[in-house]
């Protein structure tokens, strides 16, 4: 209590705002409770006394930690470091990062309303100034690029921009690689691209989580006539939160071929709010395992097998949805202590950026002059603007336009663009979508040919050499079936497809990331006219 009270009297409401000693040592929990109906008080609140956000502050033990926040009604603090206001109740939490890099945080559920998350070093005091805007949050996904540095304690504020309830659960990101080992299912580290990590005999983590011969780890393998899943049970383990954006199928690896001698196996389930402690009460089917045939350091699910593995080592795979979660345990048998790669190569996009918008059609015509450009939404989130791009070798675009987004809405939205200065044979496009926070991403290319280019044609091949993709565009007069076909220069044939295109020029991609360096010849015929074009390809 403050210099002149009574040793029965502790700082009062009448004061709260005033009394710099009240606040220095805490003994404003009247002010906490009485801010709302006496203005006073919130002065002494703001300069960071006991009450208030600064009273509760929760630790967040490590990187993949789920905490939740549920916040209703009024707050005190308006830092505005987002551009908003913040009326709402706040919550501070503090995280110490072990590693110096950049920090995100990903949010993995939302309702309620935009709520602000901000951040600043703890040494600045706990008080409404000095906050940076890591983003102002309404969906789930990952947020903010924060540079912190090992072993300096740092604040996380979030303040709702409504009074009315909000729910968030949040986790925080580390930079990529380092060890994330021995944790548990409920910490696992969140996976939003490929990664680097170091095992090592590490244990079980916290909890021995999983049965042996059992509904959540079984001795019959779920997804092929490979051997069961962790029949040693959970060993030197590592949890993956495997994050799945866009539907596609699920493919990966874990290490990479003649690199050790290893035995890696691993489980993996769908993944909910639930799923942790199903799996801990073996209540949860797998939906894909392996216990490894081969201690070969390589493992995953691949199909067909990726060159250099074993069958007995990898898995079909897997048809994920869209906004969809699987986590994986990651069992170090051999007690190895070294660094892999988790590499993703399927269709499905991994990521923990949510896209800004939800594009459904991107079309465009040649219109005996000018091209006309289409494009439909059926939801945006935060949709600043978008950027016309053009390119008329399909690799190399220039800004030509901008039109401007609908921001937030659930509902349909049309927009058209006209491109006058057509001045080439075939006319590529995309569009770069711009959020509020800076944020972007390019939509799929399309090409416009003008309308006296009307034969059987392919009209681009790229990129060329290539380790990863490759792209045609194919020019068709009319619908037709398209056969394309890719050998090596054996003739041994790597992939044989054929589909019906329709009129127009048409984008097909071919995976060649599984490809042997080296010359190739790709065939495409129209099956109808019997027409054929060559092109050979050069695969690093």
Request: hydrophobic share 35%.
């Amino acid at each position: 209590m403050g210099p002149g009270f009574p040793s029965d009297i502790p700082c009062q409401t009448a004061i709260c705002g005033a009394d710099p000693w009240c606040c220095s040592n805490q003994w404003d929990g009247i002010c906490a409770g009485a801010a709302a109906t006496n203005p006073s008080c919130t002065g002494c609140l703001a300069s960071g006394g006991g009450g208030g956000p600064c009273g509760s502050i929760l630790n967040i033990g490590g990187c993949g930690q789920s905490i939740g926040a549920s916040m209703s009604g009024p707050g005190i603090w308006n830092p505005f470091a987002c551009g908003f206001n913040t009326p709402g109740v706040e919550s501070i939490f503090s995280f110490t990062p072990t590693a110096s890099g950049t920090y995100s945080i990903n949010v993995s559920s939302a309702t309620g309303g935009f709520v602000d998350f901000m951040w600043k070093p703890a040494s600045g005091g706990c008080n409404d100034a000095g906050w940076n805007c890591i983003d102002d949050v309404f969906v789930p996904g990952s947020y903010g690029a924060m540079n912190w540095v090992a072993g300096t304690t740092y604040y996380i504020l979030l303040d709702p921009e409504v009074t009315t309830a909000v729910d968030f659960t949040f986790n925080i990101q580390c930079p990529a690689g380092g060890p994330v080992v021995a944790g548990d299912c409920d910490n696992a580290h969140s996976i939003c691209t490929d990664v680097d990590f170091e095992i090592d005999p590490s244990g079980f983590g916290g909890i021995d989580e999983l049965c042996t011969n059992c509904t959540s780890n079984p001795s019959t393998n779920p997804s092929s006539a490979n051997s069961g899943c962790l029949l040693s049970g959970e060993l030197n383990s590592t949890w993956f939160l495997v994050n799945v954006l866009t539907a596609g199928t699920l493919e990966f690896s874990f290490g990479a071929p003649g690199v050790n001698s290893n035995y890696y196996d691993w489980i993996m389930w769908e993944y909910d709010a639930s799923a942790c402690t199903d799996i801990q009460n073996n209540s949860l089917a797998p939906v894909s395992c392996n216990w490894n045939a081969s201690g070969q350091g390589f493992t995953g699910i691949g199909s067909p097998v990726p060159t250099g593995g074993v069958a007995g080592n990898f898995e079909p795979e897997i048809m994920a949805g869209a906004n969809t979660q699987y986590v994986i345990l990651f069992s170090n048998w051999s007690s190895a202590q070294t660094s892999l790669p988790l590499n993703f190569f399927g269709t499905a996009d991994i990521s923990c950026t949510p896209l800004p918008i939800e594009l459904t059609s991107f079309f465009g015509a040649d219109m005996q002059g000018y091209n006309e450009l289409v494009w439909t939404t059926s939801s945006e989130f935060n949709s600043s603007h978008f950027d016309v791009e053009r390119s008329y070798d399909g690799e190399h675009f220039i800004k030509i336009g901008t039109v401007e987004g609908a921001g937030t809405t659930l509902e349909v939205s049309n927009y058209r663009f006209i491109d006058y200065n057509v001045g080439e044979e075939y006319t590529y496009y995309r569009l770069k979508q711009h959020d509020f926070d800076g944020q972007y991403k390019s939509s799929n290319v399309i090409v416009i040919a003008q309308e006296q280019n009307n034969q059987f044609k392919v009209v681009n091949a790229f990129p060329n050499p290539t380790s990863s993709v490759f792209n045609l565009h194919v020019l068709l007069p009319e619908s037709d079936v398209v056969k394309i076909v890719v050998t090596d220069m054996n003739g041994r044939q790597m992939v044989s497809m054929d589909s019906k295109f329709e009129k127009g020029v048409n984008a097909i991609e071919i995976p060649v990331v599984d490809f042997e360096a080296g010359l190739y010849m790709v065939t495409v015929v129209n099956e109808r006219t019997n027409e054929t074009e060559v092109i050979k390809l050069t695969v690093r």
